[in-house]
């Protein structure tokens, strides 16, 4: 075959892997990019705006009618326009008389109100404000205009959701339920695979087709009977029926049938020669899952083990069932909820807590991920 | 090994037990915008080492104000309450009941939900007692009590359900200084109000803001309209008959409401971007518009909660930067000022003897009050100071309810889940989407008949 022929299928690979990637990469900076905005702007406008100047339309007040000055007559206020907060405006492109046209006088120019005042304002954000008669009021006079803003990112987001001070104890928590979960699976899991694919006993295949069985229940059907079992257990023997053990059982039963399946199919695909010339040296079972599977297992361990993290991790529904909302029990994804207020009016916590809760499963990820592909394709192809 | 490490602190935390530690009392007892001696009732009792379960709605700023009415229940009596918030509170609850561990107590924002939980048996009757302080306390007594009273699973009426924590509907809010700008006056009566909507499309502005969209629960918006524009046009027992189905739910009368609304939904002129977008905006952002420059709307008729989604800087200054007036009634119509309100009803699920006595603590003054000085929270209750609410606004706010000649409930709360809070619902958004109100109201009593 010539090089070229093998460069058309690589280039086109490539370029789908490359288109690929973008595709899935475009959300996740979407995201981060909102995050790192102002919340009343990432209500007002897409994410994509917000690298450019952009024309925003608001109004400013004058100061207050009490520190008006009488110069020829008349009554004049002057002053920079200033934000509530602080922000000085500075680059203002027009502004207008009324708040239903905040565009009708470029900057510099002046214009004359309904009552009769003159208005102007300068590109500079300086205003003056003259009237024949006293100015009055309780407050300051609304000025409308039109403003370039620069691209402005803040923090602020990622400080709401720190400082509410829980999701600390929200983030051990979720530790506290993932690290079992995850453990606990992985260890039963080993076991019951090294017996599907090595041991001799009587109706094996069917206990593994019923394990295969197990894989297509939905969880949800089982919740209820479930918490109806550790709340019975609970009564007769005297404990919480919530509580973490109780999560960690279900989410090792709910894991199990997927981290059996995988793991048997890997074992079985190692090579029968070894076991059996280890058996016939007198090696127990034990020994030889020890001694030989086990550390040749280690990528189907390690793939599954990220599996299993990722979902308990990012799980909300059996931690909700199985688990008190309280403080010391409540999970990172029920926090995160909970942080969006009664009416979910917080709902901008949630791009900065995405990432917040992202933190600890990419560390995994990118720890393990050399196993990753190994333990995906495992078993799928007998080598 | 940091994963040994890991792992001992996640053990550590598993055993862990009991709730965390007591939030701060907030409040000095010598504050006397309190009545602190509603409280020495319960200082005499002990309850050390008890514990009552309560699951509820209400999860961050109104947990922490839920928070503060319970530290003092928790100083004074020895108790632990041990409060569940979560925006899933409905399901798990049922969860938890249909698992055989209910907790103690449960707020729920639907009475009809409550209605179905005491026929099933799931309830447990409140006390007298109880019964008695909301009918002689609260303002228009025997309205609340026949709000919180539903057929058990024996067939007898009983109360089940105590209102706590209630809020308004019947609010329109608008910007001050843009009505000032326009010479706009607050209008006095739906005839006034309808003026002053064509005034402000003759002047070139858009007069409202309406948004319904709200996940699983979009057309809830549309329904408070539905049911302020029935109690504006219909006398309260035509109002009853509708939640009951009593009358049919395609009855001429309902079918004059949902046109009504339609005269402001569906006018283009009328709603900011257009009828069809409607079911579109999310409801939380849709106030928003009335603090744009130009503004987007001048008025925004939602509920006394609103305020927590307005921009940031407009959520402390109401009265000054935005306010609000009463939905007004028909001056044709003689039906006096009816209000429209929600609020939870907190429901006794396993009983005990120190739940009881919860339940009596919330009665009293205190509990109310306690609240009051936070967020979110009106009460009818006529013992309550009024000075102890922490803004002019909910002051304003609580007085519409001690004044109000016909108090009447959230009609979609009311009613049975599958129409209240499903085929209403959506019948909403069909509606503001171009079907017409025959259609709607015909699709909903269907629904509803097959519910029979």
Redesign the interface.
Known sequence: MSTQSSFLPRFFNGTALTALVILWLVPTLGLFVSSIRDKDQLAASGWWTSFNESKQVTFARTDLPETQQQIDGQFVLSGQLTADDGTVFTNVLAFGSSSRDPEEVPAGETATLKNGAQLTVNSDGSYTYVQDKEITGSRGKRIFFAYGQPPRFTLENYDNVLDKGKIGQAFLNTLAVTIPATVIPVLIAAFAAYAFSWMQFAGREWLFAVVIGLLVVPLQTSLVPLLRLYSDLGQMFGFESKGYPGVWMAHTGFGLPLAIYLMRNYMKSLPGDLIESARVDGASHFQVFTRIILPLSLPALASFTIFQFLWVWNDLLVALVFLGQGEDQIVLTAQLRALLGTRGSNWEVLTSGAFISIILPLLVFFALQRFFVRGLVAGSVKG | MT?RK??S???A??T??G??AAEGLKFDKADNRFSWDSLSKFEKMDLNGKTIRF?G???????ANLRTVIAYFEEATGATV?Y?????FEQ?VL??M????PPNLAAWPQPGTVSELASQGNLVALSDSVEQAVATNYAAGQSWVDLGTYKGADGKEAMFGLPYNVNLKSLVWYVP??FE?MGYEIPQSMEELIALSDQIVK???TPWCIGMES?GATGWVGTDWMEDLMLRTQPPSVYDQWVSNEMPFNDPKVIEVMNTFGQFVLNDDYVDGSSSAVASIFF??SP?GLF????KCYMHRQAS?IP??F???YKETIG?DSDFFYFPSYESKDLGNPVLGGGTLITMMKDSPESQVFMDYLTSPIAHELWMAGQ?FLTPHKGAKLEAYSSDTLRKQGEIFLNATTFRFDASDLMPGAIGAGAFWTGMVDFTSGKSAEEVTTDIQKAWDAIK
Request: glycine share 14%.
């Open positions: 994963l890991t792992l602190v996640a053990i935390l598993a862990l037990s709730t965390a699951d709605p209400w999860i961050d700023g109104d947990e041990e569940n918030g979560s925006n899933d798990l969860v938890d249909k698992a055989g561990n200084e843009n700008e002047d070139g502005g996940g939380g952002d928003k744009d420059t130009p503004p909660f927590a989604f921009p940031d800087q000054t979110g």
